[in-house]
């Protein structure tokens, strides 16, 4: 309380009086001296003391006091603004007119950046939900649990589906054995979110005796099953138990039975990516296909118990199961979320089995209520904004032609407006792939699988353009400041230094990757960190922000280890930083003597501050009495010395 009474006193309440004031100050301020009439000025006084003034007409009628008053009001200046002006008030004048020109385009410019990062940074703010980790959290929960790391056979799979994955994924009946509600069969075990259609579980497989064995050992082994390749995994049909079809009518029988008239949908055949609508998957070991053997576990807890039970009897999963990928969705109407879920189970040629998941939070239903009419406006204006820089960086371009992308400012916007089309393009895929997402779960019933993971691929995508986006416009607010003193100093410091830094970058890239060859040459067998090449270069660079975890690399080698340590962190790690934070220091350096050489005077951001005293009305400062007194006796002397302009009949 007194924290806010405080805050009130000290800092809102003079604040609000000290901008009321400015405001008023600029609305009802004292005219300008040019339009207000002195009589006391030069050039009244003239016209009452100069005694050759002609005459007006013919009726001889002559100027008394009140009709040169009058022509005194008409005229409205003063006799030495009608003076010849000089060549050097002339240039001065000019300079002032660029420099209004030039700070009116740069005030034009700050308003519609201020403007549109704003509308960026709530689309950006609006694109994630705060309760998002909170619901990210809790369906991690549910799911990942002990049990799921545990699976490293294929008993202990099936040992989580029917003890985690069934119980969480189907909401069970009450303590009371009160029965469930439709809508209650619908949701999860915690109730607080609702199953987006059935889930499903697709397994993808390989060919028996897909590799060759080495001729001392044929006599010992007889099969040989490599790990999941693209162009060499098994996509032919099946009977239960994995026998092979002997001739078609088989297929048909099937068909029939599952009152499918297309194709196969039995968990035995394989189903291409186009007919799944699934993505291809990249997890941790390989990359898999978006097609498989599918199976759907349906709408209830009982028959999800019953299709897993049957494929469990029926030996679905073997030795030559590569992966197994479980999908479903989830929605949240208490914070409005959708949930994606992806749980994949990698078995490997060497017998173990690698998980892992991704759960995508992510939002279809922007506009919903009044916060919905905001959102419509700013998603409106957000495309205004685009098409405006679009067609200026466009312009930009047939100006100045190849001159255009030799500015650094000028990449920046343009890579600004491309994002920003890209992103009006994404957003309107995601609304094309949300329709048709739940208009395929209407005609389901909610029977069958509907694939949110696309959209949730899509959302994610947006939201990645929308953080670039709003990367590159706040970046561009060091343009803005380029007139402060110290944002010159830097981008200075960094045009001088950049031949040296272009040549010291080649040198460091050299070091980075010889080391991270080395490391993954060494200790790629024995350590995580350096399982391949990409994930050693990642090592290497996480050395330099002093992650380094020295008595692993020791253990695996004392020697190399050793050896390894020592030399990264004395030549890249010491060394080439040094050398690096020279390179700018000497640039720094030479900047900051160029400005005390030249006396540097940043003459725009003084205009600026100039003009806005003079907009505010704060720069009324009075001439010291001598030099006004001065200017006046010039004037007088030089109107007294010039002839009196004459003055026509339609002047009065």
């Known amino acids: 309380m007194m924290l806010s009474f405080g805050q009130s006193i000290f800092v809102i309440d003079p604040l609000k009086v000290f901008l009321i004031t400015a405001i008023i100050s600029f609305l009802i301020r004292r005219p300008y001296d040019d339009e207000t ?234 189903q291409s990516s186009l007919r799944t609508k699934s993505d291809p998957l990249s997890a941790i070991y390989k990359t898999y296909k978006g097609g498989g053997y599918v199976v759907s576990l349906g709408r209830t807890y009982q028959q999800a118990v019953s299709v897993l039970n049957e494929l469990h009897s029926q030996n679905w999963l073997d030795q030559l199961t590569r992966a197994v990928i479980i999908d479903f969705s989830l929605y949240n109407a208490n914070v409005n979320l959708f949930v994606a879920v992806t749980l994949s189970f990698e078995m490997t040629s060497m017998g173990s089995i690698i998980q892992d998941y991704r759960i995508k939070i992510f939002r279809l239903y922007d506009h919903v209520g009044s916060y919905g009419i905001i959102v419509y406006i700013f998603e409106l204006c957000f495309v205004i904004f685009t098409i405006y820089s679009l067609i200026h960086e466009i312009s930009l371009i047939m100006k100045q032609k190849r001159e255009y992308f030799k500015k650094f400012w000028n990449i920046i916007s343009f890579i600004t407006t491309i994002f920003s089309i890209t992103a009006i393009m994404m957003y309107g895929t995601k609304k094309a792939l949300t329709r048709l997402a739940i208009r395929s779960l209407k005609k389901t019933e909610m029977g069958e699988f509907v694939n949110f993971n696309a959209i949730g691929s899509f959302d994610e995508v947006y939201s990645y353009i929308i953080a670039l986006i709003t990367f590159f416009t706040m970046l561009k607010f060091l343009k803005l400041l380029r007139f402060n003193r110290r944002i010159g100093m830097l981008s200075k410091s960094f045009r001088y230094a950049r031949k040296d830094l272009s040549s010291f970058a080649f040198v460091f890239l050299i070091f980075i990757l010889a080391y991270a ?70 640039a720094f350096a030479r900047v900051k003597r160029e400005l005390i050489a030249t006396h540097y005077r940043n003459e725009m951001m003084e205009f600026m501050w100039s003009m806005f005293r003079k907009t505010a009305g704060i720069n009324n400062q009075k001439i010291p009495e001598n030099d006004n007194e001065k200017t006046k006796m010039k004037c007088i002397k030089e109107e007294n010395d010039a002839p009196l302009a004459k003055f026509d009949a339609d002047e009065l």
């Open 517 to 586: 060859q080395f490391g993954f040459a060494i200790f790629g067998r024995s350590l995580r960190n350096y399982k391949s090449f990409f994930s050693s270069l990642t090592t290497c660079f996480r050395m330099l922000l002093g992650e380094i975890n020295a008595p692993d690399m020791i253990a695996v080698s004392r020697v190399y280890g050793t050896f390894y340590y020592l030399s990264f962190v004395n030549l890249v790690f010491i060394a080439l930083l040094c050398i690096f934070l020279a390179i700018l220091n000497d």
């Open 37 to 270: 009439l002195d009589f006391n000025d030069p050039f009244t006084g003239t016209l009452l003391t100069n005694n050759s003034i002609s005459y007006m007409d013919d009726n001889q009628e002559t100027y008394n006091e009140t009709n040169l008053k009058k022509i005194a009001l008409q005229r409205h200046v003063r006799l030495c603004n009608l003076r010849t002006i000089d060549s050097n008030e002339m240039a001065q004048a000019r300079e002032q007119r660029l420099r209004e020109i030039k700070m009116g385009e740069i005030i034009r410019e700050i308003i519609i950046f201020i403007f549109f990062t704003i509308i960026l940074l709530f689309l950006s703010y609006q694109s994630r939900d705060i309760n998002s980790y909170s619901l990210y959290r809790d369906t991690k929960n549910l799911f990942i649990t002990e049990n799921f790391h545990d699976v490293n056979s294929i008993s202990t799979w099936w040992n989580y589906c029917d003890n985690v994955l069934l119980k969480e994924l189907y909401a069970q009946a009450w303590y009371n054995n009160k029965s469930l509600t439709w809508r209650e069969k619908l949701t999860i075990a915690s109730r607080t979110s609702m199953r987006v259609g059935a889930p499903r579980i697709r397994q993808l497989r390989i060919k028996d005796n897909s590799c060759r064995i080495h001729r001392r050992f044929k006599h010992m082994i007889t099969h040989c099953r490599s790990d999941y390749n693209w162009f060499d995994d098994d996509t032919k049909d099946y009977t239960p138990r994995w026998e092979k079809l002997l001739n078609k009518t088989t297929i048909k029988i099937n068909n029939e039975m599952n009152n499918q008239t297309k194709r196969c949908k039995t968990p035995w055949c394989y």
